[in-house]
Each structure stands twice: as C-alpha cells, then as structure tokens.
C-alpha cells in the first residue's frame, strides 16, 4: 500500500522534500495513487483538489529550484473535514441541503494557514451531516469505514479526517470537534488528534455547528507531526471574536518542563468505559507517574449542559431548512434538531449556567494537577450499523454514546490531546491528556511521554488488495 521511496510522516515528508530527495509533484502524484487504489474501500474522501495540488506542488519545486527558503510543512499532503471552505470546493458540511451552493472563493483561515506553511491540500473529508454525529455513517455520502477493520466505524463527527491519516493517505488533516470530534475518530482509527483551548484556533470559513463549543482540531500519526500542524495552525483572528485575544504559543521543540502532576479521571470516566477502555487509562497514567485517582466534578452534569446546549444552537441554525426541506435532512440527526430548536430558552440558560459552575470547580482541581488522564471512548469501534454496545454491563446506543468520556470536556472549553492507545482486542483507543485552559504545551509534552515510554500505538496503514468483499 505504501511506497517506500516517501515518508508517511509529516516532518519526514519535508526533510525529504528538502533534501531534494524527490520533488512536491512527485509526492502529490504518489498522495492521488493512494487514494484512489484504497479510498473505495474506506470512503474517507467526498472532493479530490488535483489541479490545486499540482499547481502549489510545482510552486513549491520552483522555490527549492531557485533556493529560496522552504516553509516548514513544504511538499507535505493534507485534506480538511468538508466543512472548511476550500477554494473551488463547495462547502457542503456533509449535508445534501448544501451541495447546490457555489464553491468556496477563498481558504478557511486553518486551511490558509497550512498553506502558508508549505502543506498541499489535496480534498476535502467525510462526516457526519452538519457535524451532528459520532459515527460518520452520512446518509448522503456514505459510510467512512475505520481503515484498521473496514466493518467497523471511523467515528465521527470528523470521521474522514482520521481514517485518511490512519489508512496512510495523508500525514496531516483538519477537523473540528464541539462534542468529541476530534477525539472520538482519534481514539477508534489510533491517530494522535488535538482539540486546543476554546477559541485558541480560528473557525473563519467553517460551517458552524455550537458556536460557543465549537473548536478546530487536526490529526496526526506521531506527536511531532501534531505539534508542528497545531504550530501552524495558530493566528489571531479578528474574524473570529472568540480568537482573537490570545498570543501564539508553539508547542515544537520546547524544553521539558518539571515532573509534571498527573491525576487519573476515576468515577464517572469509569463507570462509562469498557474494561479495555480503563486498562489503557490506567497504563498512561501510569507511564506519567500519577499516583492519584480524582473524580471530575459533574462530569455528568456537564454532559448534559453540552447535549442541551448543541441540540437547541444546532436546531436554531438549521430551522428553517428543517421546515422547508425535511426530507433533505440526515434521519440520523433531523429530529434531535428539531426538538433542540423547541428547547425553552430557560433550559439552555440553565445549561449555560451549569458550564460555568462546572469550570470553576474543574479549575480549582487544576490548583492541584497539571494533567488530568481519561479513556477518549467507551469501547473500541463498533461495527457500523450497530445501534448498541456494551459498557460495563449498561446497553447503550451507541451514536449519542461514543462520546459520553468527551463532552464533558468540550463542554467547559478544556484543551486535550488523544494518544492512541492498543487495547488486548488489538484494537486502538486512545487516553485525553487533558489541561488547563491555554497550557496545550503541558499536552503536548505529557503526549510525547507516553510516546516515547511506547506506549502510544498508531497502526501501520492497511492494504486495501484483499478488501474487495467489504462494501
């Protein structure tokens, strides 16, 4: 499936590129082959950017041609979640309602910003329609099937963002993540993912969903490709109020701080993961040397202030297509947005009230602790289709339950990054490093930890010649 002449990796991709040990078009070439001898099978894709991607491809063999300094992510292929405006791509956000509308005439700010650094983006990814999901089995575009075990899901809602890097198609992509993503795709495929500090990465060009959840995100297969894509990624952003006020922090290359405080998430976190689930959280924490087990404090109160709140700001913005184009909309998620757009306003103010009570007694726990650790997932992938899994005796559905351990961390804004993780099935799920508010570098650097105790577990990209009986 791979071709030996070219890195998988990122930052291996660019040392090559600029030791001129093959050419950006040559590299673009190999990204198409791969993704169409292997994408049939996993559906990661819904648009390919190909004269795109051989024009900034030759741009960039011209600047090494004529010596100019070459960006850090020079020559390395990426693709965006398909809710990022991509010029001449139509934004569809996974929804049949926008597939009409006239492509995009400018880059989304994070799509802009790799750019900028030298990556060639080459399409853009499947997911849940308007983001509302955890399972990526779109109605419209089809299932994203896990590259790992093509019954199985890649997650969701930024399902195709993970099953590209995780089936070697691309070292880099872009998602978002309001609920769990980020997380949840990370933790199912076994690709390293971050969702940063609310409002540290711009949403400019991005279909919305939960404007006061919603954060920009990217996946990776090792920690150092992650820390340089997030590094890239940062601006301030005055078209984004909510990023618009903080100061760029690079992660890459920082010096390791003091031993770091490490806590493991115990009550809620275990009583909703599996026993592979907790062993894997357990190992992690392990690895950090924590020797403390804490609760998180109304993890599930804060769960359900963050359903509330996506299923009533969801609902409002999609109204009066749900009114005038019903049958148009993704059954999966049309009637949960219909009763979020009934929500009484009461309701929500509630919810509203319960996050901020929620991150005042969580920040205090951060007095004592510099990392909290917890499962990203309840199980390993479910098979798609399955409307129920298993969790410690509990039978629960599995679309709005694949991200009980993630929302209640989104909800309060909270910055994380998911290191995959092998589970004794030989499956991956990955553990949420998990930190104060604008402290992604102690993520970063607790991640890197793991890592390099080996513990962290990218699988190696599949074949694809022996999958043509999974359709």
Not at 224 to 238: K, S, T
Not at 387 to 400: H, I, K, S, T, W
Request: aromatic share 6%.
């Amino acid at each position: 499936m791979t071709n030996a002449r070219f890195p998988l990796d990122a930052l291996g991709i660019a040392r090559g590129f600029a030791r001129g040990e093959f050419t950006a078009r040559d590299m673009v070439e190999d990204t198409f082959s791969r993704i169409e001898a292997g994408d049939r099978h996993v559906n990661a894709f819904t648009a390919l950017t190909v004269q795109r991607a051989f024009n900034d491809a030759d741009r960039l063999d011209a600047m090494r041609a004529k010596g100019e300094p070459l960006p850090p992510l020079a020559a390395v292929p990426f693709a965006a979640k398909n809710l990022f405006d991509i010029a001449g791509v139509t934004t569809i956000a996974g929804s049949r309602i926008l597939a009409d509308n006239a492509p995009a005439t400018a880059d989304a700010t994070l799509v802009r910003r790799m750019r900028d650094a030298g990556a060639i983006v080459v399409g853009a990814l499947n997911m849940d329609e308007f983001a509302y999901g955890f399972t990526t089995e779109n109605h419209h575009a089809g299932p994203c099937r896990n590259p790992h075990d093509l019954s199985r899901t890649a997650g969701g809602s930024s399902g195709g963002s993970a099953a590209a890097v995780a089936a070697g198609f691309v070292p880099l992509t872009l998602g978002t993540d309001t609920n769990g993503s980020v997380r949840v795709p990370s933790s199912l495929c076994g690709v390293f993912g971050v969702k940063p500090t609310y409002g540290r990465l711009s949403r400019h060009g991005t279909f919305p969903f939960v404007a006061s959840i919603d954060h920009m995100g990217a996946f990776a297969r090792n920690i150092d490709d992650l820390a340089a894509a997030y590094d890239a990624l940062q601006w301030i952003d005055e078209r984004d109020p909510a990023c618009s006020a903080r100061a760029i922090e690079p992660v890459s290359g920082i010096e390791r701080k003091r031993a770091l405080r490490v806590a493991r998430l115990g009550g809620y976190f275990d009583d909703n993961a599996s026993e592979e689930a907790r062993a894997v959280s357990i190992e992690a924490a392990r690895a950090l040397a924590a020797d403390d087990t804490v609760d998180f404090p109304d993890a599930a109160a804060a769960r359900g202030a963050a359903f509330l709140i996506s299923a009533a700001e969801g609902g409002q913005l999609h109204l009066p297509t749900l009114r005038s184009r019903y049958d148009e909309h993704d059954p999966l998620s049309r009637d949960r947005l219909i009763a979020g757009a009934l929500a009484p306003a009461a309701w929500v103010l509630h919810a509203h009230r319960v996050r901020a009570i929620v991150r005042k007694r969580v920040l205090e726990l951060f007095e004592r602790y510099d990392i909290l650790i917890a499962p990203a997932t309840p199980v390993v992938a479910p098979h798609i289709g399955d409307e129920f899994m298993d969790v410690n005796g509990q039978r629960l559905a599995v679309r709005p339950n694949l991200g009980v351990l993630t929302q209640p961390v989104s909800c309060i804004g909270l910055p994380v990054v998911a290191v995959p993780m092998r589970t004794a099935s030989g499956l991956p799920i990955a553990v949420q490093v998990i930190t104060p508010p604008w402290r992604e570098d102690l993520a970063f650097d607790a991640a890197r930890r793991i890592e390099e105790a080996q513990l962290a577990w990218c699988p190696p990209p599949p074949s694809f010649a022996s999958a043509e009986s999974v359709q």
